[in-house]
């Protein structure tokens, strides 16, 4: 029973209102940490900008609609955008409009753009079109952290610690070579920051192993984790994190110490999805991700335009 266990320590949330005047710092600092490198190139940069902000904007509001604490919008120089919010409880609806909010809104944009320029061979528009579809694109690869990898995990509802460790370390792979193909350090140097995420997804999905044996329940927020759930998620926790034990056998300030742990805990437990789309809501959401991935492709593939215009127009450009 709960009373012969202690109570589990108290952790207190940082709560962070979303600030615009850190949004726009944040943009500003990724405009110009481009035109540093490429002063020729600021229509370019703010029609990059442009997109990023209209993807970002789609998860933004979502996650404001559906109530997400902490949202916030940040831009990283040379690397992207993204928007932070969480929930105690997370629902599979609510999640997939959030995350399909970013990349359908850009490639609906794109798609126009891209068949007002042709019609009016504006060459400016079809390389903002081009821009649009190839981000958005790319976002919906089934690959963590972009959208289609998200996407993926809130689809299936097994083993989802097991694709989440294959999609990041696929992840993480591809991002190396690719960087290395293209001769970007910036790319390069992330795949192998997201190797330290493969190796945290591996250490808590060998925990969350242990746990599901003891038929222990760890997909709930950390506030409804009963006090004897907690104890003894804490032994495996710390039985599986050397350093941690390491550090608790040097140090004597318990009650720091056992508000590390407390984290440590937190870190292990699987965010509480409720599970409320039906299978046919899965498959509409499928198949709306593939025609979305695979559309555009098979639209520049077999679609018979006349580029010729465009061709001319970058050379003019050049």
């Known amino acids: 029973m709960d009373e012969y266990y202690a109570e589990k320590p108290d952790i207190l949330e940082k709560k962070s209102k979303s600030r615009l005047d850190v949004t726009v710092f944040s943009?500003?600092?990724?405009?110009?940490?481009?035109?540093?490198?490429?002063?020729?190139?600021?229509?370019?940069?703010?029609?990059?900008?442009?997109?990023?902000?209209?993807?970002?904007?789609?998860?933004?509001?979502?996650?404001?609609?559906?109530?997400?604490?902490?949202?916030?919008?940040?831009?990283?120089?040379?690397?992207?955008?993204?928007?932070?919010?969480?929930?105690?409880?997370?629902?599979?609806?609510?999640?997939?409009?959030?995350?399909?909010?970013?990349?359908?809104?850009?490639?609906?944009?794109?798609?126009?753009?891209?068949?007002?320029?042709?019609?009016?061979?504006?060459?400016?528009?079809?390389?903002?079109?081009?821009?649009?579809?190839?981000?958005?694109?790319?976002?919906?690869?089934?690959?963590d952290p972009l959208d289609g990898g998200q996407l993926f995990r809130l689809l299936v509802q097994k083993n989802e610690d097991l694709f989440q460790l294959i999609f990041s370390l696929i992840s993480s792979i591809t991002l190396i070579i690719i960087g290395y193909l293209?001769?970007?350090?910036?790319?390069?140097?992330?795949?192998f920051l997201m190797s330290f995420r493969v190796r945290n997804v591996q250490k808590n999905m060998t925990i969350r192993k242990e746990m599901t044996a003891e038929n222990l329940n760890f997909r709930l927020p950390y506030s409804e984790l009963s006090n004897?759930?907690?104890?003894?998620?804490?032994?495996?926790?710390?039985?599986?994190?050397?350093?941690?034990?390491?550090?608790?056998?040097?140090?004597?300030?318990?009650?720091?110490?056992?508000?590390?742990?407390?984290?440590?805990?937190k870190a292990v437990l699987a965010p509480a999805l409720i599970f409320d789309t039906n299978l046919i809501g899965r498959?509409?959401?499928?198949?709306?991700?593939?025609?979305?991935?695979?559309?555009?492709v098979l639209l520049f593939v077999f679609g018979e335009f006349d580029m010729n215009w465009y061709y001319e127009a970058i050379k003019n450009w050049g």
């Open 283 to 296: 498959i509409l959401v499928a198949l709306l991700w593939l025609s979305a991935l695979v559309g555009p």
């Open 228 to 265: 004897a759930d907690y104890a003894k998620i804490r032994r495996f926790v710390i039985d599986n994190n050397r350093a941690l034990k390491k550090y608790l056998e040097l140090n004597d300030d318990d009650s720091n110490n056992e508000l590390l742990v407390a984290k440590e805990v």
């Open 27 to 143: 943009m500003v600092l990724f405009v110009g940490s481009f035109l540093w490198f490429f002063q020729d190139s600021i229509w370019f940069v703010l029609s990059l900008l442009l997109v990023l902000l209209i993807h970002e904007l789609g998860h933004f509001l979502f996650m404001k609609k559906f109530n997400y604490k902490n949202v916030r919008m940040l831009f990283v120089p040379f690397m992207g955008a993204f928007v932070q919010g969480n929930k105690e409880k997370y629902s599979q609806k609510e999640s997939f409009l959030v995350v399909l909010a970013g990349p359908i809104p850009g490639l609906i944009i794109g798609l126009s753009l891209f068949y007002y320029a042709i019609h009016t061979q504006n060459a400016m528009f079809l390389t903002l079109s081009f821009l649009f579809i190839l981000l958005n694109e790319v976002n919906l690869l089934p690959l």
């Open 182 to 191: 293209i001769d970007s350090w910036v790319l390069m140097a992330f795949g």
